[in-house]
């Protein structure tokens, strides 16, 4: 079992381009969460999204930022016009159910987001 | 608003000496506190977790401290080991609910372990 697999593992991104995350859950689970890591906080949830459904975006920004978990494929988190505010590490999670308090949850290793 | 409040930032601690870690929390309907552990390059790890039926809960060197009326809750980590360096996390959850799902979490300890 490979784990949530999240790449890339580093990404740069110039002001203005667009930053493509990508989140493999493991195997069995069809629960996906991204969160974000800003430097010296606390993980803060973005959304929470089951197969072809967002079910809560709640944290997302309200521009720029999108995500999905398509049919087939790994969930894409998608920031368009990155800004240096947007560097950060993204972390995914899955579960196999809705994960109640995160009980359940994997984390992947992350996507650390360096926008210059 | 910072509903999940931990400290200290950071903390060194001599091996085999006992590193403790404080939260609070401000939603009383939260339910559900787990604990992560963090190494740097990875993903948070669940470590422990308690639920406020119980006062205290314990795996091995690692204990979850509850207090629900002062709405606090900390983890001991006994005879610490240079291994146990990482940074470590409390969250919150809702048990029930819509936002079951839905962890808040504190900013986190570095503990830094001296051999």
């Known amino acids: 079992n490979a784990g949530v697999m999240q790449n890339p593992r580093h990404l740069v991104r110039r002001r203005g381009q667009e930053a493509r995350l990508r989140c493999s859950p493991m195997?069995?689970?069809?629960?996906v969460y991204w969160y974000r890591q800003l430097p010296e906080e606390g993980l803060k949830f973005m959304v929470y999204l089951q197969k072809e459904n967002i079910i809560d975006e709640s944290g997302m920004p309200k521009e720029r930022f999108s995500a999905e978990f398509p049919k087939e494929g790994p969930s894409i988190l998608r920031i368009q016009q990155v800004v240096r505010g947007d560097s950060a590490a993204y972390f995914c999670a899955s579960s196999p159910t809705a994960g109640t308090g995160g009980y359940g949850y994997t984390f992947g290793s992350g996507t650390r987001l360096t926008v210059v | 608003q910072q509903q999940v409040k931990q400290s200290p930032q950071s903390l060194i601690v001599q091996k085999g000496g006992i590193s403790i870690i404080n939260c609070a929390y401000e939603n009383t309907a939260f339910d559900y506190f787990p604990w992560y552990q963090q190494f740097p390059g990875k993903g948070p790890a669940l470590l422990i977790a308690i639920r406020p039926d119980v006062s205290e809960k314990k795996e091995g060197r690692f204990t979850i401290s509850f207090n629900k009326s002062a709405k606090q809750f900390s983890l001991h980590i006994m005879d610490s080991q240079p291994g146990d360096s990482a940074t470590y996390f409390c969250?919150?959850?809702?048990?029930?609910?819509?936002?079951?799902?839905?962890?808040?979490f504190g900013k986190g300890t570095l503990l830094t372990v001296n051999p």
């Open positions: 969250a919150a959850s809702l048990n029930s609910g819509g936002s079951n799902y839905k962890l808040t």
């Open positions: 195997k069995g689970h069809s629960h």
